[in-house]
Nanobody
Framework: QVQLVESGGGLVQAGGSLRLSCAAS????????MGWFRQAPGKEREFVARITWGGSTYYADSVKERFTISRDNAKNTVYLQMNSLKPEDTAIYYCSAYSTNNYWGQGTQVTVSS
């Protein structure tokens, strides 16, 4: 099993920044990538960004050039730096770990006011 704990969400004005963190514990040796998804009210959960343990990164078109995903392998932690936030970025952000099974965190709320 892998446990994921997110932190760093909150309320920010449009144009502001937030950094989310996700710490993994448990069978972390089985993880080959980690990522972030988000779910806005009334919408389906959508992909935001992913980083492999080899360092390759992938982003949704809607967040390219604004969000940056990074990792600290020694700490089994992944970060999502979010800049130039927009009201449409408001959602619950979920961390995900890719392994033989996929694991999810409990989510952290990000609210961007206009």
């Amino acid at each position: 099993q892998v446990q994921l704990v997110e932190s760093g969400g909150g309320l920010v004005q449009a144009g502001g920044s937030l950094r989310l963190s996700c710490a993994a514990s448990g069978r972390t040796f089985s993880i080959y990538a980690m990522g972030w998804f988000r779910q806005a009210p009334g919408k389906e959960r959508e992909f935001v960004a992913r980083i492999t343990w080899g360092g390759s990164t992938y982003y949704a078109d809607s967040v390219k050039e604004r969000f940056t995903i990074s990792r600290d392998n020694a700490k089994n932690t992944v970060y999502l730096q979010m800049n130039s936030l927009k009201p449409e970025d408001t959602a619950i952000y979920y961390c995900s770990a890719y392994s033989t099974n996929n694991y999810w965190g409990q989510g952290t709320q990000v609210t961007v006011s206009s």
